[in-house]
């Protein structure tokens, strides 16, 4: 059985930083893609960054390029987003998701396997 378990997220001042975490578990983490989505209230979910296990490919969408970092620890089969100078607008549910590994892809468009439950970033102003 398949689990990603998100931490990291709570309540941060506009311009501050955090880092979410996502364990997976249930999968064999070396052949899947590992992204980052989020929900904002009232509005479609949306990619955020993703990242092959070896890393030579990395994707983020345009509204967080720059400010965000996406990691993986494979010997820990966690990943990770670090999100630095948080806008009002990042306020979101943020989920953790995978898909199988299949080749050259854009894996920021791809439908996704497996998901986490979610965590709440909220950035005040």
């Known amino acids: 059985q398949v689990q990603l378990v998100e931490s990291g997220g709570g309540l941060v001042q506009a311009g501050g930083s955090q880092r979410l975490s996502c364990a997976a578990s249930g999968l064999t983490f070396s052949s899947y893609v590992m992204g980052w989505f989020r929900q904002a209230p009232g509005k479609e979910r949306e990619f955020v960054a993703a990242k092959t296990w070896s890393g030579a490919r990395t994707y983020y969408a345009d509204s967080v390029k720059g400010r965000f970092a996406i990691s993986r620890d494979n010997a820990k089969n966690t990943v990770y987003l670090q999100m630095n100078s948080l806008k009002p607008e990042d306020t979101a549910v943020y989920y953790c998701?995978?898909?199988?590994?299949?080749?050259?892809?854009?894996?920021?468009?791809?439908?996704?396997?497996?998901w986490g439950q979610g965590t709440q970033v909220t950035v005040s102003s």
């Open positions: 998701a995978a898909v199988r590994y299949g080749g050259n892809y854009d894996y920021s468009k791809l439908r996704y396997d497996y």
